[in-house]
């Protein structure tokens, strides 16, 4: 009969078996948008099954060694929990002979299966507040069971390996961390890519102000924010008005730096929850949270004043720029994109007069004007 599995592993061995399964710890896979699934689950299941309950319960709790995302409070519940894991896996390993193929995928099968069922370390890494699971996690359990069970071949190919060449199967072992390591780095490059080039292709390349883009993103969001119950918010279309003759008189690259000069004094003038957005030519959107119905003129005038009382630089000479403002109140009554359409509606309406703000006109107030007209007849 074979010897049980683990009684002759090597303190080496137990070294280079835990190491691997803390380094491998810092390998995950996302399987949600907050989730994620380390690779150390089958790499703590080897080391389990071979060295034993003693080396699985410290490759259980290696897999914290090197970790720092959490509070060191959660850390020692995960690390606690992964040694118990570990040690559970040792035990239910040293109760099967390994001999043949045949008896690797039994003990790979009954060490995953153990594993699997024992992983308390995700639960408790996906436990929100109040103790609850994350709807992430929910909905991610079978990218989990797969990250789990798909590496069964190669585990039990390390088992079968270990029987006769403990050294081959370590090295078996490492260039598979390797692999998965190399991989892990280059699509961790590949998302800071995607990362970047998205950020870039919400972004005006003149103004560095966020675009048209991220205007739609940023709408659908704070429809949400107000949705769930806050206050509304102000959106402002602004027009600059005569930039045309900025262009003709000093050129087009004077006319570039206005712009991005309008964009810095904006900016700087307004809250930090205020967002400034290039809307294309001499038109900006301002999107305003926390702003209510009898403050929306007072803010869509204040932004006409930013522009109109202080002169800018032109080629080294002041001068006055006026801009135009139509602005609407966002609420969960319509779509952004509605909101909007009757914004650009009501700053053309104001390019009429130009250096004018013009207020949508609630059907309240609409109804209180006629009734006032009806009482002075």
């Known amino acids: 009969m074979s ?16 190491t691997l399964t803390a380094l491998a710890e810092l390998i995950d896979v996302r399987v949600g948008r907050r989730t994620r699934v380390s690779l150390a689950g089958p790499f703590l299941v080897a080391a389990a099954l071979v060295g034993g309950p003693l080396v699985g319960a410290c490759a259980g709790a290696s897999t914290e ?24 896996i040792g035990l239910v390993g040293e109760q099967f002979a390994l001999g043949g193929v045949s008896g690797a995928v039994v003990v790979a099968a009954a060490g995953l299966l153990t594993g699997f069922a024992l992983n308390g370390r995700v639960v408790l890494r996906a436990l929100g507040r109040g103790f609850k699971l994350r709807p992430e996690l929910r909905a991610a359990w079978r990218p989990i069971v797969v990250g789990w069970f798909l590496p069964a071949p190669l585990l039990v190919v390390f088992l079968y390996v270990f029987q006769t060449a ?21 699509r961790r490059r590949l998302e800071r890519t995607l990362a970047g080039e998205r950020s870039r292709a919400r972004v005006d390349a003149l103004t560095s102000a966020p675009n048209r883009y991220a205007l739609t993103e940023a709408l659908t969001a704070e429809q949400a924010r107000i949705r769930r119950g806050g206050r509304t918010a102000a959106l402002c279309f602004l027009d600059l008005d005569r930039f045309k003759s900025v262009n003709d008189t000093y050129g087009y690259a004077a006319g570039d730096r206005l712009l991005v000069d309008v964009h810095s004094r904006l900016r700087g ?45 032109i080629d080294g000479r002041p001068r006055t ?15 952004g994109e509605d909101a909007l ?29 006629q009734r006032s007209r009806a009482a002075g007849m």
């Open 3 to 18: 010897p049980a599995i683990g009684l002759d592993t090597g303190v080496p061995a137990a070294i280079v078996l835990v």
């Open 65 to 88: 060694a090197f970790t720092t995302r959490d509070p060191w409070r959660k850390r020692a519940l995960c690390a606690a929990a992964g040694a118990l894991q570990g040690l559970a």
């Open 166 to 186: 403990p050294g081959l199967a370590l090295a078996f072992a490492a260039g598979l961390l390797l692999v998965a390591a190399s991989a892990h780095r280059y």
């Open 269 to 313: 003038a307004l809250r930090a929850s205020d967002l400034v957005f290039r809307w294309g030519g001499e038109e900006f959107v301002v999107l305003a949270p926390h702003v209510e119905r009898a403050e929306l003129a007072d803010f869509a005038e204040r932004l006409r004043l930013l522009l109109s009382t202080r002169p800018f630089a």
């Open 321 to 335: 720029i006026t801009g135009s403002v139509g602005a609407v109140l966002l609420d969960e009554g319509r779509p």
């Open 341 to 369: 359409e009757a914004a650009s509606r009501l700053v053309k309406k104001a390019k009429q007069t130009r250096n004018a703000a013009v207020v949508e006109r609630t059907p309240e107030a609409a109804g209180k004007q």
